[in-house]
DNA sequence: CTAGGGTTAG
């Protein structure tokens, strides 16, 4: 280091005196060193000093330096005054606006990539196709695997496990399992990302097939199969083969204890977890965590989740804008909303999602007001709501009683740029049929730009079932039979509504349309008793 | 000199 200062040194003293005698190695591997020491503002000053006598790698090694910190101006800027670029300067500016998310910028710059004459590589593939791959303009990928074939790539396995990802974007199977023929030598993560596919698209047996043929299998292999099971709702599986696993590291367990509560086996996640963490030989991570606030908040498991609300504290994570926002759900969720704005208050930063817990929270206590206030105060602290923002104001409007102030939050919504969803129109639904303005209700659903779903004809039900109006109540009745089966998470969301208000007699109503339409959902118990 | 696969918040 101290070498590198002096010869530093030595060179600036020799160009302030115009004498440009420095070999070109000794400059371009003084940068070289800078870049590799993190000194980037010394290497761009020495890089300043005269462009011309540098080689393409230093120039390359300079964009790299960029895009890995982010700055994708700077990156750019070297990019453009680069005399002759290779496909290297091209690869390296498609990694860095991989992260700025926009397919359309990647296409604009592959074309101007050709039209320079220059053929893509192994490398340059894979990011054009992972950008354009659940984008509209995944339509290219097929486009770009002819491409790849003409040049001879797509027998890389590098560019075949991309072209398999985008055939499964596609939800393309015998697309898939060309790609992965053509890979002549297939590495574990073709196997792993071909496993992927079959599982994304359903075909789990396919999967299992891979997975007994594959030659070689490591950990992120057995993570591909639990989060395959998982996802195609065989939990059962998941977990035989989470037991077969000779090595286990925290997102083993993680995988397999979210999978759990995606199948609202939210005991059997907490026992899973406090099994890990018994075991001593792991560290939950902010993930780990997440899904078993989640799990607390599911199961309104208010002692387990003050247990891991210390665990976080002590870990020093208590500061985690996610964490937080998840130990406010699960306050809110487990009945301490006093606990709930405590961890809100005491927030050094916040974001939309953390304010949306707690007036969610507010709503679900019936605390109308304060939700309100809440609300105020976000849009004071000069925070951008979301729909989500404005679904919580209106349950809580519905909640309290609050029409008029409802209403005029449901007008307000345009304003923010955010436009009414079915669940916005449901709160709305909810909120006038309680006030007993049924004719208002029926109104508002004749005129939404689109079909009403079982939540909202729910909605309308219950404030039937309400004020005694069996005409209208017959309407929505039908509507929700014509529906047949629907989500059964909508048939949730409504009876916790009502079943907070301790509005029984809509919620049994309900009740006997899950029956009948086969909704299941779990029953409410606590089970702290079990746990500790 | 550029490098692919597995999980979080309302």
């Known amino acids: 280091m101290r070498m590198l200062e002096t010869s530093a040194t030595f060179l600036r003293g020799h160009f302030s005196r115009r004498i440009f005698t420095i070999p070109t190695t000794t400059l371009n591997r003084l940068i070289n060193d800078h870049l590799r020491d993190n000194g980037l503002v010394e290497a761009r000053r020495l890089f300043n000093q005269n462009p011309t006598l540098l080689d393409k790698s230093t120039w390359n090694m300079m ?20 005399p002759v670029r290779d496909v290297v300067s091209w690869n390296t500016m498609f990694l860095g606006l991989k992260k700025t998310r926009d ?21 340059t593939i894979p990011a054009i196709i992972d950008a354009v791959s659940g984008s509209g303009f995944k339509v290219l990928i097929m486009q770009i695997h002819t491409l790849a074939i003409r040049l001879g ?6 560019t075949g496990s991309s072209l398999l990802r985008g055939y499964t974007s596609l939800r393309n199977l015998r697309g898939l399992e060309r790609v992965f023929e053509d890979i002549l030598l297939k590495d574990v993560v073709s196997w792993n990302v071909l496993i ?9 047996e396919d999967g299992e097939r891979a997975f007994s043929e594959m030659p070689e299998r490591n950990i992120i292999t057995w993570h591909t199969m639990l989060i395959g099971f998982i996802n195609n709702t065989k939990i059962d599986k998941a977990r035989e083969l989470f037991n077969q696993m000779g090595q286990k590291n925290v997102f083993s367990w993680t995988v397999m204890i979210n999978g759990y509560v995606q199948s609202r086996e939210l005991k059997v996640a907490l026992m899973l977890f406090q099994e890990m963490v018994e075991s001593g030989n792991y560290r939950p991570s902010h993930y780990t965590f997440s899904t078993v606030l989640k799990a607390c908040a599911a199961s309104s498991s208010l002692l387990m989740g003050k247990q891991v609300h210390s665990m976080i504290t002590k870990r020093g994570m208590a500061c985690d804008v996610v964490l937080s926002t998840s130990l406010i759900d699960m306050y809110a969720k487990a009945g301490d909303i006093t606990a709930a ?6 927030m050094p930063m916040k974001n939309p999602a953390s304010w949306n817990s707690m007036i969610g929270g507010l709503a679900r206590h019936g605390l109308g007001v304060n939700a309100l206030e809440e609300f105020k105060k976000m849009i004071e602290s000069g925070y951008k709501p979301d729909q989500v923002t404005f679904i919580n104001l209106l349950s809580a409007c519905a909640h309290t009683g609050l029409v008029e102030e409802g209403e005029k939050q449901f007008m307000l919504m345009g304003r923010f740029g955010i436009a009414a969803e079915k669940e916005h129109y449901a709160c709305m639904v909810d909120l006038l049929g309680r006030a007993g303005q049924l004719d208002k209700a029926e109104r508002l659903i004749k005129g939404m730009p689109f079909e009403p779903d079982v ?5 309308l039900l219950g404030a039937c079932g309400l004020h005694s109006c069996l005409e209208l109540g017959e309407v929505a009745a039908e509507g929700i039979s014509r529906l047949r089966r629907e989500h059964p998470a909508a048939y949730d969301v409504l009876c916790r509504v009502r079943g907070d208000k301790g509005d029984w007699t809509s919620v049994m109503e309900l009740r006997k349309l899950m029956k009948k339409t086969k909704a299941k959902k779990q029953d409410a118990s606590s089970w702290i008793e079990t746990l500790t």
């Open 103 to 123: 397919p359309e910028r990647v296409i604009r710059f592959f074309l101007e990539m050709r039209r320079s004459g220059l053929n893509p590589d192994e490398l």
């Open 153 to 158: 790539l797509s027998l890389s396995a590098y």
């Open 341 to 346: 704005s405590g961890v809100f208050k005491f």
């Open 196 to 204: 992927t596919g079959y599982m994304k698209l359903g075909f789990v």
């Open 455 to 459: 939540v909202i004809w729910g909605a």
């Open 63 to 82: 964009i790299t330096a960029y895009v890995q910190r982010g700055l994708m101006l700077e990156a750019h800027e070297v990019f453009d005054q680069m």
